[in-house]
T-cell receptor
Framework: SQQGEEDPQALSIQEGENATMNCSYK?????LQWYRQNSGRGLVHLIL?????REKHSGRLRVTLDTSKKSSSLLITASRAADTASYFC????????????FGKGTLLTVNP | ETGVTQTPRHLVMGMTNKKSLKCEQH?????MYWYKQSAKKPLELMFV???????ENNSVPSRFSPECPNSSHLFLHLHTLQPEDSALYLC????????????FGPGTRLTVL
């Protein structure tokens, strides 16, 4: 069964606005990662948050993790047109299961 | 993306053809992965190699045959594919299969006629 599931499926905002994407998962995890993919290209790793962390920042990105709710959010502040892409969360299976499972992604469109 | 390269970038093949996809990583990693990305479906893990040994075969049909001659190179040999195999095939690498921040190549867009 699918481990990570992003919400919303699509999000359209204006440049300068903040974008928030959510991810829910089913089992315990060692860590959760967020990736970005521009259309038809490979994925780019954005940020990794460990199961014992609650919040992490990287530039304009802020990721939160709530293991009790099995959910994570990715916030992109002051969005730019270049942030237009699909965003995926990926989780492992916890314990010794490090195999990553990806969600279907959120398609973010930032309008100039 | 320059850390992991994939060739060819686009491939069109008939159902009776035999072709190979190539992946090379220049990051000094020890684990390499093949993923399949179809439209409107989550990324599907196909194979994992760690220190040249296959550690994961995610129930992939035998018409897909991986090869990992060393930690820097990974191949996916294709034969008698089906139209539903048309997809973007992504290669990734990581330090090891338990250090799973993965670096992806640009992918090979495969079309099976």
């Amino acid at each position: 069964s699918q481990q990570g599931e992003e919400d919303p499926q699509a999000l359209s905002i204006q440049e300068g606005e903040n974008a928030t994407m959510n991810c829910s998962y089913k089992t315990s995890i060692n860590n959760l990662q967020w990736y970005r993919q521009n259309s038809g290209r490979g994925l780019v790793h954005l940020i990794l948050i460990r199961s014992n962390e609650r919040e992490k920042h990287s530039g304009r990105l802020r990721v939160t993790l709530d293991t009790s709710k099995k959910s994570s959010s990715l916030l992109i502040t002051a969005s730019r047109a270049a942030d237009t892409a699909s965003y995926f969360c990926a989780t492992d299976g916890g314990g010794s299961n490090y195999k990553l499972t990806f969600g279907k992604g959120t398609l973010l469109t930032v309008n100039p | 993306e320059t850390g992991v390269t994939q060739t060819p970038r686009h491939l069109v093949m008939g159902m009776t053809n035999k072709k190979s996809l190539k992946c090379e990583q220049h990051l000094g990693h020890n684990a390499m992965y093949w993923y399949k990305q179809s439209a409107k479906k989550p990324l599907e893990l196909m194979f994992v190699y760690n220190f040249k040994e296959q550690t994961e075969n995610n129930s992939v049909p035998s018409r897909f045959s991986p090869e990992c001659p060393n930690s820097s190179h990974l191949f996916l040999h294709l034969h008698t594919l089906q139209p539903e195999d048309s997809a973007l095939y992504l290669c990734a690498s990581s330090r090891s299969d338990i250090y799973n921040e993965q670096f992806f190549g640009p992918g090979t867009r495969l079309t099976v006629l």
